[in-house]
Protein backbone atom coordinates (compact mmCIF):
# COMPACT_ATOMS: atom_id res chain seq x y z
CA UNK A 1 0.00 0.00 0.00
CA UNK A 2 1.22 3.47 -0.66
CA UNK A 3 1.33 6.18 1.51
CA UNK A 4 -1.53 8.25 0.12
CA UNK A 5 -3.91 5.21 0.27
CA UNK A 6 -2.49 4.68 3.90
CA UNK A 7 -3.23 8.83 4.65
CA UNK A 8 -6.68 8.31 2.74
CA UNK A 9 -7.90 5.83 5.13
CA UNK A 10 -6.46 7.68 8.01
CA UNK A 11 -8.64 11.03 7.30
CA UNK A 12 -11.81 8.61 6.00
CA UNK A 13 -11.55 6.70 9.90
CA UNK A 14 -11.14 10.61 11.43
CA UNK A 15 -14.42 11.42 9.47
CA UNK A 16 -16.48 8.09 10.85
CA UNK A 17 -15.21 8.59 14.16
CA UNK A 18 -16.44 12.20 14.19
CA UNK A 19 -19.66 11.15 12.80
CA UNK A 20 -20.81 7.99 15.33
CA UNK A 21 -19.05 9.56 18.58
CA UNK A 22 -20.75 13.13 18.17
CA UNK A 23 -23.96 11.42 18.44
CA UNK A 24 -22.95 9.78 21.75
CA UNK A 25 -24.87 11.43 25.25
CA UNK A 26 -22.97 13.09 28.15
CA UNK A 27 -24.37 10.26 30.19
CA UNK A 28 -22.49 7.46 28.11
CA UNK A 29 -19.17 9.57 28.04
CA UNK A 30 -17.24 7.68 30.97
CA UNK A 31 -18.17 4.32 28.80
CA UNK A 32 -17.34 6.02 25.50
CA UNK A 33 -13.89 6.78 26.60
CA UNK A 34 -12.79 3.25 28.03
CA UNK A 35 -14.65 1.93 25.05
CA UNK A 36 -12.38 3.72 22.76
CA UNK A 37 -9.15 3.46 25.39
CA UNK A 38 -9.73 -0.59 24.87
CA UNK A 39 -9.31 0.09 21.28
CA UNK A 40 -6.45 1.75 21.16
CA UNK A 41 -5.03 -1.45 22.57
CA UNK A 42 -5.02 -2.60 19.31
CA UNK A 43 -1.06 -1.53 18.65
CA UNK A 44 -0.71 -4.81 20.29
CA UNK A 45 -0.64 -6.01 16.56
CA UNK A 46 2.54 -3.98 16.41
CA UNK A 47 4.36 -6.33 18.82
CA UNK A 48 2.95 -9.22 17.16
CA UNK A 49 3.87 -8.66 13.85
CA UNK A 50 7.65 -7.64 15.21
CA UNK A 51 8.14 -10.31 17.30
CA UNK A 52 9.66 -12.69 14.55
CA UNK A 53 12.86 -9.95 13.58
CA UNK A 54 13.38 -9.34 16.75
CA UNK A 55 17.22 -9.67 17.30
CA UNK A 56 18.96 -9.66 20.86
CA UNK A 57 17.44 -9.83 24.41
CA UNK A 58 16.76 -6.70 24.45
CA UNK A 59 14.00 -6.30 21.39
CA UNK A 60 12.54 -9.65 22.68
CA UNK A 61 12.03 -8.04 26.35
CA UNK A 62 10.66 -4.86 24.86
CA UNK A 63 8.55 -6.17 22.43
CA UNK A 64 6.78 -8.65 25.27
CA UNK A 65 6.52 -5.98 27.80
CA UNK A 66 4.55 -3.99 24.29
CA UNK A 67 2.44 -7.20 24.11
CA UNK A 68 1.61 -7.03 27.82
CA UNK A 69 0.91 -3.63 27.83
CA UNK A 70 -1.28 -3.69 24.75
CA UNK A 71 -3.11 -6.42 26.08
CA UNK A 72 -3.66 -5.06 29.33
CA UNK A 73 -4.87 -2.27 27.59
CA UNK A 74 -7.25 -4.38 25.65
CA UNK A 75 -8.26 -6.88 27.78
CA UNK A 76 -8.71 -4.62 31.07
CA UNK A 77 -10.89 -1.72 28.97
CA UNK A 78 -13.07 -3.64 27.86
CA UNK A 79 -14.27 -5.65 30.95
CA UNK A 80 -14.28 -2.26 32.63
CA UNK A 81 -16.75 -0.83 29.83
CA UNK A 82 -18.62 -3.86 30.21
CA UNK A 83 -18.97 -3.24 34.06
CA UNK A 84 -20.26 0.03 33.84
CA UNK A 85 -22.70 -0.42 30.75
CA UNK A 86 -24.08 -3.30 32.76
CA UNK A 87 -25.09 -0.74 35.36
CA UNK A 88 -26.34 1.57 32.72
CA UNK A 89 -28.91 -1.11 31.00
CA UNK A 90 -31.05 -1.57 34.13
CA UNK A 91 -31.63 1.58 34.36
CA UNK A 92 -34.83 2.65 32.58
CA UNK A 93 -37.11 0.56 34.71
CA UNK A 94 -37.09 1.68 38.67
CA UNK A 95 -39.36 -0.11 40.32
CA UNK A 96 -41.73 -2.39 38.53
CA UNK A 97 -40.40 -5.46 38.55
CA UNK A 98 -38.80 -7.23 41.30
CA UNK A 99 -34.93 -6.29 41.46
CA UNK A 100 -32.94 -8.61 39.64
CA UNK A 101 -28.82 -8.90 40.27
CA UNK A 102 -27.52 -6.36 42.03
CA UNK A 103 -29.83 -5.96 43.99
CA UNK A 104 -28.02 -6.87 47.35
CA UNK A 105 -27.42 -3.07 47.93
CA UNK A 106 -30.98 -2.28 48.31
CA UNK A 107 -32.61 -4.96 51.01
CA UNK A 108 -32.52 -2.46 53.46
CA UNK A 109 -35.43 -1.83 55.57
CA UNK A 110 -37.91 0.10 53.24
CA UNK B 1 0.92 -27.67 5.30
CA UNK B 2 -2.86 -28.14 3.94
CA UNK B 3 -4.73 -26.25 1.30
CA UNK B 4 -6.59 -24.79 3.86
CA UNK B 5 -3.93 -23.30 6.33
CA UNK B 6 -2.03 -22.01 2.95
CA UNK B 7 -5.38 -20.23 2.37
CA UNK B 8 -5.84 -18.54 5.71
CA UNK B 9 -2.44 -17.68 5.64
CA UNK B 10 -3.01 -15.80 2.44
CA UNK B 11 -2.52 -11.69 3.14
CA UNK B 12 -5.60 -11.31 1.04
CA UNK B 13 -7.68 -13.03 4.21
CA UNK B 14 -5.98 -11.41 6.60
CA UNK B 15 -6.76 -7.83 4.81
CA UNK B 16 -10.17 -8.77 4.78
CA UNK B 17 -10.80 -9.86 8.67
CA UNK B 18 -8.55 -6.60 9.39
CA UNK B 19 -11.55 -4.83 7.70
CA UNK B 20 -14.04 -6.84 9.31
CA UNK B 21 -12.27 -5.84 12.58
CA UNK B 22 -12.64 -1.92 11.73
CA UNK B 23 -16.23 -1.99 11.02
CA UNK B 24 -16.82 -4.03 14.10
CA UNK B 25 -15.33 -1.09 16.16
CA UNK B 26 -17.42 1.51 14.42
CA UNK B 27 -20.53 -0.65 14.47
CA UNK B 28 -19.74 -1.49 18.24
CA UNK B 29 -19.11 2.39 18.90
CA UNK B 30 -22.39 3.60 16.95
CA UNK B 31 -24.21 1.11 19.96
CA UNK B 32 -22.87 3.70 22.49
CA UNK B 33 -25.23 5.93 21.43
CA UNK B 34 -27.96 4.71 24.02
CA UNK B 35 -27.83 2.76 27.14
CA UNK B 36 -30.14 0.07 25.70
CA UNK B 37 -27.52 -1.19 22.99
CA UNK B 38 -24.51 0.20 24.48
CA UNK B 39 -23.70 -3.06 26.04
CA UNK B 40 -24.19 -5.03 22.90
CA UNK B 41 -22.24 -2.59 21.68
CA UNK B 42 -19.50 -2.64 23.43
CA UNK B 43 -19.21 -6.82 22.96
CA UNK B 44 -19.37 -6.00 19.28
CA UNK B 45 -15.93 -3.92 19.15
CA UNK B 46 -14.32 -6.58 21.68
CA UNK B 47 -15.34 -9.34 18.57
CA UNK B 48 -13.51 -6.77 16.36
CA UNK B 49 -10.39 -6.68 18.42
CA UNK B 50 -10.05 -10.56 18.72
CA UNK B 51 -10.62 -11.03 15.08
CA UNK B 52 -7.66 -8.56 14.36
CA UNK B 53 -5.68 -10.42 17.46
CA UNK B 54 -6.25 -13.99 15.86
CA UNK B 55 -6.10 -12.36 11.90
CA UNK B 56 -2.58 -11.07 12.95
CA UNK B 57 -1.44 -14.32 14.38
CA UNK B 58 -2.35 -16.57 11.23
CA UNK B 59 0.68 -13.97 9.18
CA UNK B 60 2.88 -15.74 7.58
CA UNK B 61 6.24 -15.57 9.59
CA UNK B 62 4.49 -14.41 12.58
CA UNK B 63 5.42 -17.48 14.35
CA UNK B 64 9.00 -17.60 12.91
CA UNK B 65 11.66 -18.18 15.21
CA UNK B 66 12.68 -20.95 17.92
CA UNK B 67 11.61 -18.35 20.54
CA UNK B 68 8.77 -16.31 19.10
CA UNK B 69 5.97 -18.55 19.95
CA UNK B 70 7.08 -18.48 23.92
CA UNK B 71 7.57 -14.96 23.90
CA UNK B 72 4.37 -14.09 21.62
CA UNK B 73 1.87 -16.02 24.42
CA UNK B 74 4.01 -14.91 27.17
CA UNK B 75 3.31 -11.46 26.44
CA UNK B 76 -0.66 -12.64 25.27
CA UNK B 77 -1.38 -14.42 28.94
CA UNK B 78 0.69 -12.14 30.85
CA UNK B 79 -1.50 -9.04 29.78
CA UNK B 80 -4.44 -10.76 30.23
CA UNK B 81 -3.77 -12.27 33.85
CA UNK B 82 -2.89 -8.17 34.77
CA UNK B 83 -5.71 -6.79 33.18
CA UNK B 84 -8.33 -9.42 33.64
CA UNK B 85 -8.43 -8.80 37.68
CA UNK B 86 -7.81 -5.28 37.39
CA UNK B 87 -10.93 -4.47 35.63
CA UNK B 88 -12.67 -7.18 37.42
CA UNK B 89 -12.05 -5.53 41.32
CA UNK B 90 -12.05 -1.81 40.51
CA UNK B 91 -13.97 0.10 42.67
CA UNK B 92 -16.33 2.45 40.31
CA UNK B 93 -14.95 5.22 42.08
CA UNK B 94 -11.70 5.07 40.90
CA UNK B 95 -12.76 4.48 37.38
CA UNK B 96 -10.46 7.25 36.70
CA UNK B 97 -7.56 6.13 37.41
CA UNK B 98 -8.23 2.71 36.06
CA UNK B 99 -8.99 4.43 32.85
CA UNK B 100 -5.56 7.14 32.79
CA UNK B 101 -3.87 3.49 34.14
CA UNK B 102 -4.82 1.34 31.01
CA UNK B 103 -4.60 4.53 28.64
CA UNK B 104 -0.93 4.79 29.55
CA UNK B 105 -0.34 1.50 29.06
CA UNK B 106 -1.71 1.69 25.36
CA UNK B 107 0.70 4.32 25.20
CA UNK B 108 3.58 2.80 26.15
CA UNK B 109 3.07 0.08 23.96
CA UNK B 110 3.11 2.53 21.24
CA UNK B 111 6.48 3.80 22.10
CA UNK B 112 8.08 0.49 22.71
CA UNK B 113 7.05 -0.69 19.22
CA UNK B 114 8.16 2.31 17.23
CA UNK B 115 11.25 2.22 19.01
CA UNK B 116 11.83 -1.48 18.14
CA UNK B 117 10.72 -0.79 14.42
CA UNK B 118 13.75 2.16 14.72
CA UNK B 119 16.09 -0.30 15.81
CA UNK B 120 15.22 -2.82 13.04
CA UNK B 121 14.82 -0.54 10.03
CA UNK B 122 18.04 2.33 10.39
CA UNK B 123 20.33 2.07 7.58
CA UNK B 124 18.13 -0.16 5.86
CA UNK B 125 14.67 -0.12 4.18
CA UNK B 126 13.75 3.08 6.54
CA UNK B 127 12.26 4.66 4.51
CA UNK B 128 10.51 8.05 5.48
CA UNK B 129 7.18 6.61 5.00
CA UNK B 130 8.20 4.81 7.96
CA UNK B 131 10.51 7.12 9.81
CA UNK B 132 7.90 9.88 10.32
CA UNK B 133 4.71 7.91 11.82
CA UNK B 134 7.27 5.82 13.82
CA UNK B 135 9.06 8.88 14.96
CA UNK B 136 5.41 10.77 15.56
CA UNK B 137 4.54 7.56 17.55
CA UNK B 138 7.60 7.49 20.17
CA UNK B 139 7.36 11.30 20.72
CA UNK B 140 3.76 11.02 21.17
CA UNK B 141 3.32 7.36 22.45
CA UNK B 142 5.46 8.28 25.35
CA UNK B 143 3.94 11.74 26.37
CA UNK B 144 1.04 9.69 26.88
CA UNK B 145 2.46 7.01 28.83
CA UNK B 146 4.15 9.38 31.65
CA UNK B 147 1.28 12.19 31.19
CA UNK B 148 -1.04 9.26 31.69
CA UNK B 149 1.21 7.90 34.74
CA UNK B 150 1.26 11.39 36.62
CA UNK B 151 -2.82 11.67 35.80
CA UNK B 152 -2.89 8.26 37.78
CA UNK B 153 -0.71 9.52 40.28
CA UNK B 154 -2.50 12.41 41.41
CA UNK B 155 -6.02 10.65 40.69
CA UNK B 156 -4.66 7.94 43.63
CA UNK B 157 -3.76 10.51 45.49
CA UNK B 158 0.07 9.43 45.19
CA UNK B 159 1.18 12.83 43.81
CA UNK B 160 -0.54 16.32 45.51
CA UNK B 161 -3.38 16.70 43.11
CA UNK B 162 -2.69 20.42 43.19
CA UNK B 163 -1.03 21.99 40.66
CA UNK B 164 2.25 21.43 40.75
CA UNK B 165 5.15 24.64 38.87
CA UNK B 166 8.06 25.26 38.18
CA UNK B 167 9.25 28.55 37.68
CA UNK B 168 9.54 28.87 33.86
CA UNK B 169 7.63 25.97 33.36
CA UNK B 170 6.24 27.17 30.06
CA UNK B 171 10.32 27.44 28.20
CA UNK B 172 11.22 24.65 29.20
CA UNK B 173 7.97 22.83 28.18
CA UNK B 174 8.96 24.49 25.02
CA UNK B 175 12.59 23.36 24.53
CA UNK B 176 11.96 19.98 25.21
CA UNK B 177 9.76 19.48 22.58
CA UNK B 178 11.78 21.35 20.10
CA UNK B 179 14.56 18.23 20.95
CA UNK B 180 12.54 15.96 20.52
CA UNK B 181 11.15 16.88 17.24
CA UNK B 182 15.30 18.18 16.51
CA UNK B 183 16.04 14.59 17.57
CA UNK B 184 13.37 13.42 15.03
CA UNK B 185 14.36 15.18 11.83
CA UNK B 186 18.04 14.72 12.41
CA UNK B 187 17.42 10.87 12.50
CA UNK B 188 14.77 11.09 10.20
CA UNK B 189 17.52 13.14 7.25
CA UNK B 190 19.45 9.83 7.81
CA UNK B 191 22.84 10.61 8.77
CA UNK B 192 22.88 9.91 12.46
CA UNK B 193 22.55 5.97 13.15
CA UNK B 194 23.19 6.16 16.55
CA UNK B 195 20.70 4.88 18.77
CA UNK B 196 21.12 7.94 21.39
CA UNK B 197 18.82 9.53 19.33
CA UNK B 198 16.05 7.84 19.13
CA UNK B 199 16.42 7.41 23.65
CA UNK B 200 17.13 11.26 23.80
CA UNK B 201 13.55 11.21 22.07
CA UNK B 202 11.59 8.96 24.19
CA UNK B 203 13.46 10.33 27.55
CA UNK B 204 12.83 14.46 26.20
CA UNK B 205 8.88 12.83 25.55
CA UNK B 206 9.04 11.10 28.77
CA UNK B 207 9.57 14.33 30.69
CA UNK B 208 7.29 16.32 28.43
CA UNK B 209 4.81 14.09 29.63
CA UNK B 210 5.72 14.55 32.96
CA UNK B 211 6.21 18.27 33.02
CA UNK B 212 2.43 19.18 30.79
CA UNK B 213 0.32 16.90 33.50
CA UNK B 214 2.33 17.66 36.80
CA UNK B 215 0.70 21.79 36.91
CA UNK B 216 -2.09 20.57 36.55
CA UNK B 217 -4.99 20.42 38.63
CA UNK B 218 -7.53 17.92 39.77
CA UNK B 219 -10.64 19.68 38.64
CA UNK B 220 -8.78 19.83 35.04
CA UNK B 221 -8.70 15.74 34.35
CA UNK B 222 -11.41 15.65 32.67
CA UNK B 223 -9.98 17.09 30.01
CA UNK B 224 -6.59 16.10 30.73
CA UNK B 225 -7.55 12.40 30.78
CA UNK B 226 -9.29 12.64 27.27
CA UNK B 227 -6.52 14.35 25.66
CA UNK B 228 -4.40 11.79 26.43
CA UNK B 229 -6.68 9.07 25.54
CA UNK B 230 -6.45 10.81 22.08
CA UNK B 231 -3.03 11.23 22.01
CA UNK B 232 -2.56 7.09 22.62
CA UNK B 233 -5.13 6.73 19.70
CA UNK B 234 -3.05 9.04 17.29
CA UNK B 235 0.28 7.66 17.77
CA UNK B 236 -1.56 3.91 17.38
CA UNK B 237 -2.80 5.46 14.04
CA UNK B 238 0.40 6.62 13.38
CA UNK B 239 2.02 3.38 13.93
CA UNK B 240 -0.07 1.33 11.36
CA UNK B 241 0.88 3.29 9.03
CA UNK B 242 4.56 2.73 9.48
CA UNK B 243 3.57 -1.37 9.80
CA UNK B 244 1.14 -1.13 6.81
CA UNK B 245 -1.45 -1.69 9.11
CA UNK B 246 -5.31 -0.77 8.35
CA UNK B 247 -6.80 -1.94 11.69
CA UNK B 248 -4.43 0.08 13.72
CA UNK B 249 -4.80 2.72 11.71
CA UNK B 250 -9.11 2.85 11.70
CA UNK B 251 -9.03 1.62 15.23
CA UNK B 252 -6.29 4.16 16.51
CA UNK B 253 -8.10 6.92 14.71
CA UNK B 254 -11.49 6.26 15.61
CA UNK B 255 -10.18 6.88 19.24
CA UNK B 256 -8.26 9.81 18.22
CA UNK B 257 -11.35 11.30 16.88
CA UNK B 258 -13.15 10.57 19.84
CA UNK B 259 -10.52 11.74 22.41
CA UNK B 260 -10.19 15.38 20.31
CA UNK B 261 -14.61 15.45 20.33
CA UNK B 262 -14.34 14.90 24.43
CA UNK B 263 -11.53 17.23 24.94
CA UNK B 264 -13.54 19.93 23.70
CA UNK B 265 -16.27 19.25 25.07
CA UNK B 266 -14.72 19.53 28.35
CA UNK B 267 -12.69 22.11 28.10
CA UNK B 268 -16.05 24.22 27.01
CA UNK B 269 -17.91 22.93 29.74
CA UNK B 270 -14.85 24.89 32.07
CA UNK B 271 -15.02 27.89 29.57
CA UNK B 272 -10.99 27.75 28.92
CA UNK B 273 -9.05 26.28 26.12
CA UNK B 274 -7.34 23.27 25.99
CA UNK B 275 -4.00 25.17 25.34
CA UNK B 276 -4.63 27.48 28.34
CA UNK B 277 -5.32 24.34 30.68
CA UNK B 278 -2.07 22.50 29.37
CA UNK B 279 0.00 25.04 30.08
CA UNK B 280 -1.17 25.49 33.70
CA UNK B 281 -4.14 24.53 36.10
CA UNK B 282 -5.80 27.33 38.30
CA UNK B 283 -4.87 27.90 41.68
CA UNK B 284 -1.11 29.00 40.70
CA UNK B 285 -1.09 32.90 40.23
CA UNK B 286 -4.54 33.12 39.35
CA UNK B 287 -5.69 32.62 42.60
CA UNK B 288 -4.35 34.39 44.38
CA UNK B 289 -6.70 37.83 43.81
CA UNK B 290 -9.45 35.75 44.92
CA UNK B 291 -8.31 34.93 47.84
CA UNK B 292 -7.17 38.43 49.28
CA UNK B 293 -11.03 39.55 49.14
CA UNK B 294 -12.77 36.92 51.08
CA UNK B 295 -12.34 37.64 54.38
CA UNK B 296 -15.17 39.83 54.74
CA UNK B 297 -17.80 37.64 52.85
CA UNK B 298 -19.27 37.69 56.32
CA UNK B 299 -20.65 34.69 58.11
CA UNK B 300 -21.44 31.09 57.59
CA UNK B 301 -24.56 29.26 58.56
CA UNK B 302 -24.05 25.76 59.81
CA UNK B 303 -27.08 23.36 60.12
CA UNK B 304 -27.74 19.39 61.01
CA UNK B 305 -28.87 16.67 59.80
CA UNK B 306 -32.41 16.35 61.56
CA UNK B 307 -33.05 20.58 59.84
CA UNK B 308 -32.17 19.40 56.40
CA UNK B 309 -34.14 16.16 56.90
CA UNK B 310 -37.55 18.60 57.55
CA UNK B 311 -36.42 20.78 55.22
CA UNK B 312 -36.44 18.22 52.42
CA UNK B 313 -39.44 16.38 53.52
CA UNK B 314 -41.75 19.45 53.38
CA UNK B 315 -40.45 20.85 49.84
CA UNK B 316 -42.02 19.67 46.57
CA UNK B 317 -39.09 19.92 44.77
CA UNK B 318 -35.13 18.98 45.74
CA UNK B 319 -31.80 18.99 43.50
CA UNK B 320 -29.35 16.87 44.28
CA UNK B 321 -26.01 18.07 42.75
CA UNK B 322 -23.08 15.84 43.25
CA UNK B 323 -19.60 16.36 42.84
CA UNK B 324 -16.13 14.91 43.37
CA UNK B 325 -16.64 14.57 46.80
CA UNK B 326 -19.32 12.24 46.78
CA UNK B 327 -16.94 10.13 44.82
CA UNK B 328 -14.48 10.10 47.40
CA UNK B 329 -16.76 9.49 50.05
CA UNK B 330 -18.32 6.77 47.85
CA UNK B 331 -21.92 7.99 49.46
CA UNK B 332 -23.49 7.13 46.21
CA UNK B 333 -25.51 4.51 47.82
CA UNK B 334 -26.14 6.65 50.64
CA UNK B 335 -27.46 9.49 48.06
CA UNK B 336 -29.88 6.73 46.29
CA UNK B 337 -31.43 5.95 49.70
CA UNK B 338 -32.23 9.17 50.26
CA UNK B 339 -33.43 9.93 47.04
CA UNK B 340 -36.03 6.87 47.39
CA UNK B 341 -36.79 7.72 51.18
CA UNK B 342 -37.66 11.26 49.59
CA UNK B 343 -39.66 9.76 46.66
CA UNK B 344 -41.87 7.91 49.35
CA UNK B 345 -42.64 10.72 50.75
CA UNK B 346 -44.28 12.49 47.66
CA UNK B 347 -40.91 14.69 46.79
CA UNK B 348 -39.75 14.90 43.52
CA UNK B 349 -35.94 14.75 43.47
CA UNK B 350 -33.87 15.41 40.16
CA UNK B 351 -29.95 15.26 39.76
CA UNK B 352 -27.78 18.15 38.24
CA UNK B 353 -24.98 16.57 36.56
CA UNK B 354 -22.19 19.10 35.56
CA UNK B 355 -20.63 18.07 32.77
CA UNK B 356 -16.87 18.51 34.33
CA UNK B 357 -18.46 17.27 37.99
CA UNK B 358 -15.74 14.23 38.76
CA UNK B 359 -12.52 13.66 37.37
CA UNK B 360 -13.77 12.13 34.31
CA UNK B 361 -16.22 12.80 31.71
CA UNK B 362 -19.68 11.23 32.68
CA UNK B 363 -18.18 10.61 36.41
CA UNK B 364 -21.17 11.34 37.91
CA UNK B 365 -23.54 9.51 35.92
CA UNK B 366 -21.76 6.01 35.99
CA UNK B 367 -21.61 6.30 39.84
CA UNK B 368 -25.05 6.96 40.32
CA UNK B 369 -26.16 3.67 37.94
CA UNK B 370 -23.63 1.95 39.79
CA UNK B 371 -26.26 2.85 42.74
CA UNK B 372 -29.46 2.47 40.65
CA UNK B 373 -30.52 5.67 40.97
CA UNK B 374 -32.96 5.70 37.64
CA UNK B 375 -31.52 6.99 34.23
CA UNK B 376 -34.35 9.81 33.72
CA UNK B 377 -33.61 11.79 37.14
CA UNK B 378 -30.71 12.30 35.87
CA UNK B 379 -30.19 15.71 33.77
CA UNK B 380 -27.67 17.75 32.56
CA UNK B 381 -26.77 21.06 33.03
CA UNK B 382 -28.69 23.47 30.24
CA UNK B 383 -32.04 20.51 31.29
CA UNK B 384 -31.86 21.41 35.19
CA UNK B 385 -30.90 24.86 34.90
CA UNK B 386 -34.48 26.29 34.74
CA UNK B 387 -35.52 24.16 37.27
CA UNK B 388 -33.67 25.74 40.03
CA UNK B 389 -36.46 28.88 39.67
CA UNK B 390 -38.72 25.84 40.83
CA UNK B 391 -36.92 24.22 42.94
CA UNK B 392 -37.23 24.10 47.21
CA UNK B 393 -34.05 22.87 48.20
CA UNK B 394 -30.66 21.73 46.25
CA UNK B 395 -28.53 19.82 48.10
CA UNK B 396 -25.16 20.43 46.69
CA UNK B 397 -22.77 17.18 47.72
CA UNK B 398 -19.14 17.70 47.63
CA UNK B 399 -19.55 19.70 43.97
CA UNK B 400 -17.47 23.04 44.77
CA UNK B 401 -16.58 25.15 41.81
CA UNK B 402 -19.24 23.91 39.34
CA UNK B 403 -21.93 25.42 41.47
CA UNK B 404 -20.13 28.76 42.55
CA UNK B 405 -22.26 31.91 41.30
CA UNK B 406 -18.65 34.09 40.74
CA UNK B 407 -18.71 32.44 37.27
CA UNK B 408 -21.44 34.11 36.67
CA UNK B 409 -21.43 37.18 38.76
CA UNK B 410 -17.45 38.10 39.15
CA UNK B 411 -15.55 38.89 35.85
CA UNK B 412 -12.40 39.36 37.86
CA UNK B 413 -12.62 35.70 39.34
CA UNK B 414 -10.62 33.00 37.57
CA UNK B 415 -13.18 30.74 36.50
CA UNK B 416 -15.77 33.73 35.49
CA UNK B 417 -17.63 32.83 32.05
CA UNK B 418 -17.65 28.83 33.43
CA UNK B 419 -20.78 27.68 33.03
CA UNK B 420 -22.41 26.71 36.20
CA UNK B 421 -25.11 25.05 37.98
CA UNK B 422 -27.34 27.46 39.29
CA UNK B 423 -28.00 26.60 42.53
CA UNK B 424 -28.14 29.68 44.12
CA UNK B 425 -31.61 30.03 42.02
CA UNK B 426 -33.37 27.75 44.54
CA UNK B 427 -35.00 28.84 47.50
CA UNK B 428 -32.53 27.32 49.74
CA UNK B 429 -29.04 25.21 49.47
CA UNK B 430 -27.50 23.08 51.55
CA UNK B 431 -24.04 22.26 50.94
CA UNK B 432 -22.28 18.78 51.93
CA UNK B 433 -18.91 19.75 52.65
CA UNK B 434 -16.07 18.06 55.05
CA UNK B 435 -14.86 21.28 55.65
CA UNK B 436 -14.56 25.01 54.99
CA UNK B 437 -11.19 24.78 52.52
CA UNK B 438 -12.30 25.69 48.97
CA UNK B 439 -12.45 23.32 45.95
CA UNK B 440 -9.51 22.51 43.93
CA UNK B 441 -9.61 25.64 41.83
CA UNK B 442 -8.67 27.14 45.31
CA UNK B 443 -11.25 29.83 44.41
CA UNK B 444 -13.40 31.18 47.64
CA UNK B 445 -17.19 30.31 47.00
CA UNK B 446 -19.36 33.14 47.81
CA UNK B 447 -22.57 30.33 47.50
CA UNK B 448 -21.44 29.20 51.14
CA UNK B 449 -22.08 32.86 52.29
CA UNK B 450 -25.35 33.41 50.55
CA UNK B 451 -28.25 33.96 53.36
CA UNK B 452 -30.31 31.15 52.03
CA UNK B 453 -27.08 28.72 51.92
CA UNK B 454 -27.13 26.45 54.99
CA UNK B 455 -23.63 24.48 55.75
CA UNK B 456 -23.48 20.62 56.62
CA UNK B 457 -20.18 20.00 57.48
CA UNK B 458 -18.52 16.01 57.67
CA UNK B 459 -18.12 13.00 55.95
CA UNK B 460 -20.73 13.36 52.72
CA UNK B 461 -21.55 9.43 53.11
CA UNK B 462 -22.80 9.83 56.51
CA UNK B 463 -24.39 12.72 56.64
CA UNK B 464 -26.58 11.46 54.06
CA UNK B 465 -27.13 8.37 56.00
CA UNK B 466 -27.89 10.77 58.98
CA UNK B 467 -30.39 12.52 56.89
CA UNK B 468 -31.87 9.54 54.88
CA UNK B 469 -32.29 8.19 58.58
CA UNK B 470 -33.95 11.32 60.29
CA UNK B 471 -36.37 11.45 56.92
CA UNK B 472 -37.38 8.06 57.40
CA UNK B 473 -38.33 9.10 60.95
CA UNK B 474 -40.83 11.92 60.49
Known amino acids: MTLVTDIAILVLAGFVGFAVISKIPNTLHTPLMSGTNAIHGIVVLGGLLLMHEAHGWLEHLLLVIAITFGMINIVGGFVVTDRMLEMFKRKPEPEPEPTGKGAEHEDAPQ | ?474
Open chain 2, 1 to 474: MSAGTIFLRQQNFIDVCYIVAFSLFIYGMSGLTGPRTAVRGNLIAATGMAIAIVATLLTPHVWDGSSTPWLIVLGLVLGTAIGLPAARRVHMTAMPQMVALFNGVGGGAVAIIAWVEYRHHFGGDYTLKTEIPSLFAAIVGSISFWGSNIAFGKLQAIIPSRPIKLPGQAIINGALFLIAVASAVILASGTHSQALFILGILVTAALLGNMVVLPIGGADMPVVISLLNAFTGLSAAATGIALNNTALIVGGMIVGASGTILTNLMAKAMNRSVPAIVAGGFGGEVAAPAGGEDTDRGPVKSTTPDDVAIQLSYARQVVIAPGYGMAVAQAQYAVRDLEKALEDKGVRVLFAIHPVAGRMPGHMNVLLAESQVPYDLLKEMDEVNPEFARTDVTLVIGANDVTNPAAKNEPGSPIYGMPILEVDRSKSVIVLKRSMASGFAGIDNPLFYEPETSMLFGDAKSSVSEITAAVEGL
